[in-house]
């Protein structure tokens, strides 16, 4: 099962046994979950400029920076669209989510196309 996939089966848990699961989660303090920690909290404030911190990423790191960023966008729009599905079958949806499914749609595309070297 995939992290996406724990994290929808523990919103349909109990209260108390979801409170040991987020517990749990805050002792385990990786590098990931310290970044996601840093990047949701730089995203939550209203003045975040998604575009600065694009041109910032581009042409100030290396590309192996870039391929790692790219590497990680691609992981939330896999999840995103993991995400669309379970909330489509409850009867939500949103505009962000069912570009998410289009877009891991095309990426799997990618990924099952040959290369041609």
């Known amino acids: 099962m995939t992290l996406g996939g724990v994290g929808l089966l523990v919103q349909l848990l109990p209260p108390m046994i979801q409170w040991r699961v987020q517990e749990r989660r805050s002792m385990t303090q990786t590098p990931e979950t310290k970044l996601a920690k840093q990047v949701a909290e730089a995203l939550d404030n209203h003045w975040f400029n998604p575009s600065l911190f694009a041109d910032v990423i581009t042409t100030d790191y290396t590309v192996y920076t870039q391929n790692q960023l790219m590497e990680l966008i691609k992981w939330v729009i896999k999840y995103q669209a993991k995400r669309m599905k379970y909330e489509w079958e409850q009867g939500w949806s949103s505009d962000n989510l069912l570009l998410a ?10 990924e099952q196309a040959p290369v041609l070297e």
């Open 101 to 110: 499914d289009t877009l891991a749609d095309m990426i799997n595309t990618l």
